[in-house]
């Protein structure tokens, strides 16, 4: 059977909406998520929920054993870059994570895995829009235990014979229509909401003398349900392979601010602070290589993901 999906990290603000996505196109959906910064009520009824830490075996032994697992999606680990720089440790267990679900995958014979990795892998950019073929050399710790992953990820093709895709996500943002509210906001358009409904009292944008159009950096943001549909297209591609996922169309700080304001229809407080070190003027992604491996492309705009954002944090303010 090809139809039951190993989840980690279901019942958090992507997995989950991977989760959705999955049991609408007819699959079997295991989760297994530690509940850390995950939300029990984001889990579809439907899936099979176990609290799982990866890093505990035993416990991530039962998921596989008590199911029959085609394939693994792996969202689950610890994202915020600051914080990777402050407390390496915690965030090895991405890496100790990721090496315990590959030896579950070879002891019950699964032999795919779709990988949530990120434009973090490529550091500084030498070049935009970014392709696969730029060269990996990560700034923060957190892009190193993502590169870390592809990299063992790769090792266990080889051996093993595994196929791997590991998807390299730019800025993700959008609403998947489960009305999440980040708990712990670090991204730009979670934070700006904060704003929008008084949980901070301003924006504080990081730099206005970048060399971009405005001051400001460009980012490339893609909506999470362009998202899911390229990792349930991943499922059928039949090779190993490292795709971008983003837009190719850069917006900057301001113009996400400006957008959000037309969105709301009333201004947001913004301020201006000294540079973030370690922030790129522009990352923007080469989704060409998605475009001709899984047939995809990206179908919302930025203004769908702030409309999305806005509706879904309006319902918990």
């Keep these: 059977m090809k139809n039951t999906i190993l989840v980690t990290g279901g019942a958090g603000y992507i997995g989950s909406v991977a989760v959705k996505s999955l049991i609408a196109e007819g699959y079997n959906v295991v989760v297994v998520d530690n509940l850390s910064k995950g939300l029990k009520r984001l889990v579809d009824k439907k899936a099979k929920f176990y609290k799982t830490d990866l890093t505990d075996e ?47 995958m070879i002891k019950y014979k699964v032999k795919k895995i779709i990988y949530s990795s990120s434009a973090a892998v490529y550091g500084e950019p030498k070049y935009n829009p970014i392709d696969e073929n730029h060269p990996t050399a990560p700034v923060n710790y957190y892009g190193f235990t993502k590169l870390e992953s592809e990299r063992l ?24 229509g489960l009305n999440y509210v980040d708990p712990d906001a670090k991204n730009i358009l979670p934070i700006i909401m904060e704003v929008v409904f008084g949980k901070r009292e301003k924006l504080v944008i990081m730099g206005n003398d970048y060399p971009t159009r405005d001051g400001t950096c460009i980012r490339d943001y893609i909506d999470v349900t362009d998202l ?45 602070g000294p540079r973030r070190a370690g922030d790129p003027a522009e990352l923007c992604a080469s989704n060409e290589k998605a475009k001709q491996l899984l047939g995809w492309a990206p179908q919302k705009t930025a203004r769908d993901m702030i409309s999305s954002a806005y509706q879904a944090y309006k319902k918990s303010f």
Excluded: C
């Design 228 to 272: 899911i549909r390229a990792h349930i297209l991943a499922l059928k591609l039949e090779k190993s392979a490292i795709i971008n996922l983003g837009t190719s169309n850069g917006v900057s700080v301001k113009e996400l601010v400006d957008a959000t304001t037309k969105v709301i229809g009333k201004p947001i407080k913004v301020e201006y």
């Design 153 to 176: 990820m790769e090792w266990y093709s080889k051996i093993h014979r595994i196929t791997y895709v590991a998807l390299r996500y730019f800025n993700v943002a959008g609403d998947g």
């Design 58 to 104: 035993k416990q991530l032994e039962k998921a596989f054993k008590e199911n029959k697992i085609y394939a693994v999606m792996h969202f689950a680990g610890y994202k915020a870059v600051e914080e990777s720089m402050q407390n390496p440790a915690k965030y090895s267990d991405n890496i100790t994570g990721t090496i315990n679900l590959l030896n579950m």
